[in-house]
């Protein structure tokens, strides 16, 4: 198909330069309702969700890439490793750890995606197809099920602005440590895609599994 990699990310129709952009896959939970699997290992049409991720990440980030994930996941080849320190602080802390890791500057963009995103392709399709006015510190979709929600962890921010609202959570509160993506990001002024909730659905339950094997295999 013209305009998509060999991934399926856009290759064309995207309103960003890939040069600007960075890539962020933060690792998740543990996986405890899939009965303790890691969720980057999982494998949907015969890849790892981790490779899977940072594949189509890599058509579209061209200032680097980051997975936020345990020593234990191999990863591929050009994506750098980091995690938060002391593991287990929770995806605003692993956000924090990627950015440092990519050492992106201010005006930089970087996609932040959860590990558990076998969609990624769609995702970035509608993240990235617009143009994104300087009022905004980025744009994240808005889809889920019963009812839509902000998807935090689906979404391009300006690197400045992802630091500027961690630091002034870290002194309002003493730590970033176990503070929830959604309490510390509402603050920036963000651009919002209303998307089906299958565009947004991620992995926590065995449905989850039995929903994505389904539809990426039709």
Not at 36 to 45: A, E, I, M
Not at 67 to 89: C, F, I, K, N, Q
Not at 139 to 157: E, N
């Amino acid at each position: 198909m013209s305009g998509v990699g060999s991934c399926g990310a856009p290759t064309s129709g995207v309103f960003f330069s890939r040069a600007q952009i960075a890539g962020m896959v933060v690792g998740g939970g543990g996986g405890e309702r899939l009965g303790g699997v890691s969720k980057p290992d999982l494998v949907f049409g015969g890849s790892r969700l981790i490779d899977r991720v940072c594949c189509a990440l890599s058509e579209v980030a061209g200032a680097g890439l980051v997975a936020v994930v345990p020593p234990g996941v191999s990863l591929p080849p050009g994506v750098m490793r980091t995690l938060e320190d002391p593991p287990g602080g929770g995806p605003l802390a692993g956000i924090d750890a990627g950015l440092s890791a990519l050492g992106a500057p201010a005006d930089a963009w970087v996609v932040v995606v959860s590990v558990d995103c076998p969609g990624i392709a769609d995702v970035l399709r509608r993240l990235l197809a617009a143009p994104l006015g300087a009022e905004y510190d980025g744009r994240i979709l808005r889809g889920g099920d019963p009812k839509p929600f902000d998807q935090y962890l689906m979404g391009v921010y300006r690197a400045g602005s992802l630091l500027r609202v961690i630091d002034e959570a870290g002194a309002q509160w003493g730590s970033i440590r176990g503070l929830g993506v959604r309490r510390v990001l509402r603050s920036l002024t963000l651009d919002r895609v209303d998307v089906d909730a299958g565009v947004c659905r991620d992995v926590d339950t065995p449905e989850d599994l039995v929903w994505w094997e389904t539809h990426l295999n039709r």
